[in-house]
DNA sequence: TGGCCGATATGCT
DNA sequence: GCATATCGGCCAA
């Protein structure tokens, strides 16, 4: 049964380790979610380097939430807690089906990266610039894996502020992730 | 209104 | 490992 969008309005650390292992399908595409990051009111989020494009964090849960980011590139987020700021970036899928659809919009037919990047997985569902605001249900069917997976938490990629945070979340053993999580011991 | 910077991807050394 | 494409969002001035 796929979620509603007041399965978001949790907390929303919460709602990013139940994202991990739930399957993802769009009108053309299926896929496993592999990989994502948790955003609140912390250093590094867009609520607070953003505030005027990522105000939607704080008043709203269960919607989209893309951003641009570099001049081409674009991300996917539902935006999450009914209490506060937050949203979760979704980084990394594990194809299940559409896999044409995906080799098309990608522009490549290496299976592996289709989607093991936020802004290639964004690419590769065709998700736009169009679909910020919009319910998340309206464009993503999210059905959360009936056992809890084992998850692994790591620090948020390509980040500069609140780095002690470890607000990355990854499947276990996945081979689909978009980089190799770091050492506990060894924060960067 | 100018200038800096970024939750990235890609190609080259 | 490193350079760079490419441009919206933001804020200082």
Not at 159 to 179: D, K, N
Request: hydrophobic share 40%; proline share 8%.
């Amino acid at each position: 049964m796929p979620v509603s969008e007041e399965w978001y309005a949790r907390p929303t650390l919460d709602v990013a380790r139940d994202l991990v292992g739930a399957v993802l399908e769009t009108h053309d595409t299926t896929s496993r979610i592999v990989e994502v990051e948790a955003y609140t009111d912390d250093a590094a989020s867009h609520f607070v380097t953003r505030p005027r494009a990522a105000a939607i964090m704080g008043s709203t849960f269960g919607r989209i939430y893309v951003y641009r980011i570099y001049g081409m590139h674009r991300c996917l987020n539902v935006t999450t807690d009914r209490d506060g700021p937050g949203a979760v970036l979704f980084r990394a899928l594990e194809p299940l089906d559409g896999l044409d659809a995906m080799r098309r919009r990608r522009g490549t037919d290496d299976v592996r990266a289709l989607a093991d990047g936020p802004a290639k997985l964004c690419a590769a569902l065709g998700i736009g610039d169009d679909a910020f605001g919009r319910p998340a249900p309206d464009v993503l069917r999210i059905t959360p894996s009936a056992a809890p997976p084992r998850i692994r938490a790591a620090t948020r990629i390509g980040v500069t502020r609140a780095r002690t945070l470890r607000w990355r979340f990854v499947l276990e053993g996945s081979p689909w992730i978009s980089r190799p999580v770091d050492s506990p011991r060894r924060p960067r």
